[in-house]
T-cell receptor
Framework: NAGVTQTPKFRVLKTGQSMTLLCAQDMNHEYMYWYRQDPGMGLRLIHYSVGEGTTAKGEVPDGYNVSRLKKQNFLLGLESAAPSQTSVYFC?????????????FGSGTRLTVV | SQQGEEDPQALSIQEGENATMNCSYKTSINNLQWYRQNSGRGLVHLILIRSNEREKHSGRLRVTLDTSKKSSSLLITASRAADTASYFCATDRTNDYKLSFGAGTTVTVRA
């Protein structure tokens, strides 16, 4: 099925540990995004990419790094996890230009940092 | 910072009734979108309305946009239990495809 796939779906980390979240899309979308969702705050943009090999900071980039080595994949890394990074993380992708009709979201990764 | 704010925060209606929720935003936009999120799931795109449009329909959904008031409304007609979800508005401010999301309206449809 076409769409956005996120792995893992759940993860528990200890403070200071590192991890990488993987996002893969098979729609040939140019743009990809990482958001975090916290209760009562909607979604906030962490980082995004406008094409293979590019990345840019969003609204809340501190403590995260990203890479987009292949067009279909967008990785989100936490170098040293903190309890404040406990959240649900969503990846999304979109086309651009005249073909832009909105985002396709993955099903999310629920991360708990203890 | 959040660009859009939905109102009300929560809404409970009887099956068959209409549900209306509003979104206000702060700065000029290129387009505004509405998304649905079922509990524990990702967001699903519902409808996009461009800044030069005033109303749009999709099935039981009706979206209006008033750029002079910087506001939008989403109407769900003849609600069903399956419409129980959170609904988010999102704005594309600068045509760079970075969406800013509001905190959402939680809709509960009672059987």
């Amino acid at each position: 099925n076409a769409g956005v796939t996120q792995t893992p779906k759940f993860r528990v980390l200890k403070t200071g540990q590192s991890m990488t979240l993987l996002c893969a899309q098979d729609m040939n979308h140019e743009y990809m995004y990482w958001y975090r969702q916290d209760p009562g705050m909607g979604l906030r943009l962490i980082h995004y990419s406008v094409g293979e090999g590019t990345t840019a900071k969003g609204e809340v980039p501190d403590g995260y790094n990203v890479s987009r080595l292949k067009k279909q994949n967008f990785l989100l890394g936490l170098e040293s996890a903190a309890p404040s990074q406990t959240s649900v993380y969503f990846c999304a992708s979109s086309s651009a230009g005249a073909g832009f009709y909105g985002y396709t979201f993955g099903s999310g990764t629920r991360l708990t940092v203890v | 910072s959040q660009q859009g704010e939905e109102d009300p925060q929560a809404l409970s209606i009887q099956e068959g009734e209409n549900a209306t929720m509003n979104c206000s935003y702060k700065t000029s936009i290129n387009n505004l979108q509405w998304y649905r999120q079922n509990s524990g799931r990702g967001l699903v795109h519902l409808i996009l309305i461009r800044s030069n449009e005033r109303e749009k329909h999709s099935g039981r959904l009706r979206v209006t946009l008033d750029t002079s008031k910087k506001s939008s409304s989403l109407l769900i007609t003849a609600s069903r239990a399956a419409d129980t979800a959170s609904y988010f508005c999102a704005t594309d401010r600068t045509n760079d495809y970075k969406l800013s999301f509001g905190a959402g309206t939680t809709v509960t449809v009672r059987a």
